[in-house]
């Protein structure tokens, strides 16, 4: 069994055009006047040819098509893509395939046939509850339109998320409940529920730079709103599996989880990033950010990737233990030191343990609920400290 077999094969597509672009995204997202979608549906079936020619035989998992906005793609494009890479993989007995949708731009007729393509799990960017809230983050819908556009999904497909933003500007503690208590009522399957972060090279996060992004919650705030997340959705059914995303029994993203857990996946599209085990290492990928250039590349030279790096085993174990202790299921450590080489410093291994950040169960070390919330800091520990 190889190693990126242990988490899975997925396939994901970048679509870089949104509507406007929100002043809290450094997403590679772009607005553009125009979109020739027969151009770019050309250019996305090269490089689904190309990935499938390095990939052959393999089972394909999972789809994911994101973004960007790809609530904007015409539905017969994505039935074009969804056609050739059923052409190019085997598909998994339970194949996955994801569309990121804005509210504004569903449209009932338009999800029927994403539907009819293949997508069967919609992923909405709902963001907020309130309207002033909405038009602070940039977005263009209000809640109302937020609603319909949620029941249209949920009429369409039986695995429907949507993503809320918390920590905003001037939120108190007992609006977060409230508005988290209203998600869960709407909820389907699974929410995906993000601390609002600034970025640099953000609209937000110039506006921080010069002082001008009042409101922010402080440290203890946001530490308070993340305990009562976890507590409340825990309370619903539908606890925690990874640090910002929660579902129901048996509805975890599928593609996340790959992600998560390690497995290999394509990445096609403006910006894409991937990882492909192949006979000469595992590779790091990725694409030209321009959508123009990433075209251009594409349709020059067939290759929208810029050049590749392998990656030492050594690094894998790292990028294994950064994704893997994101989950709730925590990593094998057997795993881990298959790649590594080595075990885990001892010392600091022992430390965490006792301050109650981690914890191992046979061979599964797990960061507790205390240790989630200061990941970061205990990744460094272990990645940082002597063996």
Not at 22 to 48: G, T
Not at 224 to 252: F, K, L
Request: hydrophobic share 40%.
């Amino acid at each position: 069994m190889e190693d990126w077999q242990h988490g899975g094969f997925g396939l994901y597509l970048h679509w870089p055009f949104c509507a406007s672009k929100c002043p809290y995204c450094d997403f590679n997202s772009h607005v553009r006047d125009r979109v020739d979608q027969a151009v770019w549906q050309d250019a996305l079936l090269s490089e689904i040819d190309r990935v499938g020619r390095e990939t052959k035989d393999r089972v394909l998992d999972t789809v994911f098509f994101g973004g960007g906005t790809p609530s904007l793609m015409d539905p017969d494009l994505v039935a074009a893509l969804m056609d050739r890479i059923r052409a190019t993989w085997r598909i998994s007995n339970s194949f996955e395939t994801t569309l990121e949708a804005n509210p504004s731009s569903v449209e009932a007729g338009r999800f029927r046939a994403y539907r009819d393509a293949g997508v069967n799990r919609v992923s909405m960017g709902v963001q907020a509850l309130n309207d002033r809230d909405l038009r602070a983050l940039g977005r263009l819908h209000s809640v109302a339109e937020a609603r319909a556009a949620f029941d249209i999904a949920r009429g369409c497909f039986d695995r429907v998320s949507f993503d809320l933003i918390y920590a905003r500007q001037d939120q108190a503690l007992s609006e977060w409940e409230a508005e988290l208590n209203e998600a869960l009522h709407m909820a389907v399957d699974h929410l995906s529920l993000y601390q609002l972060t600034i970025e640099p090279g953000t609209a937000f996060g110039a506006r921080a730079a010069i002082g001008r992004l009042s409101g922010l919650p402080g440290e203890d705030l946001g530490a308070d709103m993340y305990e009562r997340t976890q507590e409340i959705c825990a309370a619903a059914g539908m606890p925690a599996y990874e640090v910002s995303n929660h579902a129901r029994t048996e509805a975890q993203s599928r593609h996340n989880q790959i992600y998560w857990r390690y497995g290999d996946y394509g990445g096609i599209g403006p910006g894409a990033h991937g990882r492909l085990s192949l006979a000469d290492g595992k590779w790091a990928t990725s694409t030209h950010l321009s959508p123009e250039a990433w075209l251009s590349a594409v349709q020059g030279n067939g290759n929208g990737e810029v050049p590749r790096t392998v990656i030492p085993q050594a690094d894998q174990a790292d990028e294994l233990l950064m994704m893997g202790l994101r989950l709730h299921e925590g990593v094998s450590l057997s795993r881990y030191e298959a790649l590594a080489g080595r075990s885990l410093p001892a010392a600091a291994l022992e430390e965490l343990i006792t301050t109650g950040l981690l914890d191992l169960d046979g061979s599964r070390l797990r960061a507790t609920s205390s240790g989630m919330m200061v990941l970061n800091a205990v990744l460094r520990q272990l990645l940082l400290s002597e063996a």
